[in-house]
């Protein structure tokens, strides 16, 4: 995230340090996002510009610090390409759902798929799982390659899941919640777990860094889909208003259909049943409707929710600098715009 | 593939250790398609009738049978286990090609894409390359993941190569040559490479396996290109005419285009600008032109010379039953009509 760098004066020692380690996360990422042919390598360059907020990366290396404290320089080259791995994953993840909300922008850039065609799209994503696995298996041992394979299987049952239950104006927060902790959670929850397993956490403290990384994962979820119904498009910096074109009913959305009149309901449903991303009536419409049932405040009081159990599940872990700004972190969350 | 049960009477118990040893990868594969939720478990038991001639599969099989004799019995769980994952990996890329040939139709059933969309494809996709991964990553060492990783590197190479030359009416054969070593005989040649080295054989015999792997593959694409504009729809059992729709030239097409007298030509180009698969019209003015210049025949030649290199390939490896299947199977990709 970018604002990790707006850190408090306290904070500045770790967050030098990390910084350092994301620069050879990025050296890592480059150098296997490298191909002999040269249109393949034009399509490489392109999607580097998304790497934005580096979360992922930056989740496995201060787990590892966390994890590792008290000792100092415990980031070791596996640390790196673990978490060049978890970023390769999330940007395959970005073009493929590019391709299916059909986005334009994206980093304030054009996406893939709008410059090239969803065909290229769709193969350039599949490169970068590729890629991905293929750093993975670089690792000294299998066990990194096994549970990022695993949640990567669950990213796409989280995704599948989604598809399934578009245009389901009934669906119920508990699936919304079992969604997003596929389709989000577990790649952050893993990039945890997995940063403090290469600094010789024990499995108990292991899943104590898990768990903070997959409740902090729904936590930014549940603010990213809030932020496609509430966001300015030029702050967020890529296309809004896309879940409810698609049919995709996120948190406040699902919690205003259950608690509004009758009358209210079906005024959404008809709107809902219609919805153009590229038309402000609409967007102010949704706007509306959610505010009208108190749920943009509902969606925020899940999410703060889940930021205080993420910290909680750092409680019995050692105190550090880098423990510190994971807690500061998750409370990031909660204040992001973009 | 189907024919191999076709086999000549002096390869019958070959072709029944085959047999049985081909169970097991459907059992391992069928292992692997499992989820706990109901919509992707229905997609799952959907995408299995895509499996058809397994032919990455018994590339593995007999190759560690080939490799090993003329011990017997050599095939292992390792064999298993890389020949279900390397058949994932190629439903994955057919299910994606599907998505990008927009076609309706495979192994006689509808497509993903026609039946749930575009979107569920790709994340359907997504999912077999992650459960090939995640399986890969369960084996006793990594060198297979790294290989298989590598070669899928080659197979999104190639596509997004080919990709890149749509509608290129001056692609020439060096890169039509380039293309399909990639997207299609690397992952043969590796199911030859690991079903040979998980048998105790040497990198130089790894290599010969690997190089028969992909001069077959190479011809096996050709013949597979030819069938697009010379098959009969209802024996290949799938969408044809879509290579020349979507602007796909193959080897027919470049070598017409390259020897055809200027008047031709330019009627050929005429035609392919407006291409429609779906019109018996177009289909047969496509295949009088190829005809015309010989082009089938000069598509066949090459076919022909990949199976002699193929075959030659295996010259220095110790004559066996199982590799008298191999050099027959060869010969069987010339004569394939589906």
Redesign the interface.
Known sequence: MTSILDVAPEHAPVAAALAESLLHVEEAFELQLR?D?P??ED?CRHVERYRGKMLRPTMVLLSGMAAGAPREGVIGDDHITIAAVTEMVHL?TLV?DD??DEAETRRRGDTVNRLR????A??????L???A???????DS?DA??R???V??R???G???Q??HRDNHSLDEDTYFEIIRRKTASLIGVACELGASRSGASSDVQYRFRDYGEKLGMAFQIRDDLLDITGDEMVVGKSLGKDLEKGKLTLPMIHHLQTADPMTRGRTLVLLDDFRADSPEHQGAALEAIRSTGSIEYALSEARRLVSEAKASLDAVVDSPARALMLDLAEAVLAREH
């Open positions: 191909s042919l249109p393949v399509l395959a493929h391709v299916l065609g969803n065909e290229v769709v193969i350039l994503g599949d490169y799982i590729s890629k696995f293929h750093l993975c298996s670089q690792l299998q390659a096994l990022i394979g695993e990567t299987n990213v796409c049952e995704e599948l899941l598809l399934h």
